[in-house]
């Protein structure tokens, strides 16, 4: 795992996030939030938020199932709320 340096703004912004957004990862140096509604923010240099592209929640998330995969773990595709018998 590679150490990322923030710039003073975007620090900024994750601390002024609400307390329901999530910081998810990072795709070619840039944090990205999950809101609540799901939608994926990318935070730039600048500390502005703006919409993550398509081809980078995709490497986002091949990233996310490549690291469950190297600690043997199975990620799940949809939240489980209950079970059945």
Do not use: W
């Amino acid at each position: 795992m590679e150490t990322m340096r923030l710039t003073d703004q975007q620090c900024r912004r994750i601390a002024d996030l609400p307390e329901n957004c999530r910081v998810v990862g990072v795709d070619r140096g840039v944090p990205f939030v999950r809101e609540p509604a799901g939608q994926f923010m990318r935070i730039q240099q600048d500390g502005h938020l703006a919409a993550a592209t398509v081809a980078a929640k995709g490497r986002l998330a091949d990233r996310r199932v490549n690291h469950a995969k190297r600690l043997g773990r199975v990620m799940a595709t949809s939240p489980y709320t209950r079970v059945m018998d």
